[in-house]
């Protein structure tokens, strides 16, 4: 089975720099992903990370390091709009589900 | 082009009642998976259908069914509802299988059971 672990809750300021740390543990690998979710909303898909190293979208940025089954979501010039839940999934295999972790509740203040 | 859409987005039942929850996939999407989400906690797997059959199914008990229909929609089923059932149940939807890395949401049909 997998295993995921990331911080529960995170406080930034608007304008700083936030990153959001996953472990995980799994059987086979494929892939980490990370997705955004507003109170009341659905779940977004923000990034996807297959191989090692840094993933840049705009003001979000992704990393993996395989060998140590880590990644972390980077958040730069937060808004306070990027208060949401923010959560890392992975999957065994190309035909086995997402399983998420409990997810990072992101709060940014003024 | 619409999203994923689901049906109704909220739902009060009794314990012991029987509940179908509906979704449609993006069109051209042929993968759909439901999700159960506890308040506080992420998303858990209950089923994944792709081309109308059975691709993958979660930890949950046999009162949850599913099916998918030629047009690629979907139903959830869960009788005999428990307190515990209540949560918010999500729908996605991909083009192909699994292996597609990105599942698009729908907005969830929130079901309190009483």
């Known amino acids: 089975g997998q295993s995921l672990e990331q911080p529960s809750e995170v406080t930034a300021v608007e304008g700083a720099i936030v990153q959001i740390n996953c472990t995980y543990q799994?059987?086979?690998?494929?892939?980490l992903s990370w997705y955004q979710q507003h109170d009341g909303g659905a779940p977004t898909f923000l990034s996807y990370n297959a191989l090692d190293g840094l993933e840049e979208t705009g003001r979000f940025s992704s990393f993996l390091s395989r060998s140590d089954s880590y990644g972390y979501l980077l958040l730069q010039e937060l808004q306070m709009k990027d208060s949401a839940s923010y959560f890392c999934a992975v999957r065994d295999n190309s035909d086995t589900p997402l399983v998420f972790g409990k997810g990072t509740r992101l709060s940014v203040i003024a | 082009d619409a999203g994923v859409t689901q049906s109704p987005t909220h739902l009060i039942k009794t314990r012991g009642q029987h509940v179908t929850l509906r979704c449609s996939p993006i069109s051209g999407h042929k993968s759909v998976s439901w999700y159960q989400q506890v308040l506080g906690q992420g998303p858990q797997f209950i089923f994944q259908y792709y081309e109308k059959e059975e691709r993958g199914r979660g930890n949950f008990p046999d009162r949850f069914s599913a099916r998918q229909f030629p047009n690629y929609s979907s139903e959830l089923n869960v009788n005999a509802l428990l307190l515990g059932d209540s949560a918010l149940y999500l729908c996605?939807?991909?083009?192909?299988?699994?292996?597609?890395?990105?599942?698009?949401f729908g907005p969830g049909t929130r079901l309190t059971v009483t």
């Open positions: 799994t059987s086979g690998f494929y892939g």
């Open positions: 996605a939807s991909s083009f192909g299988l699994a292996g597609d890395y990105e599942q698009y």
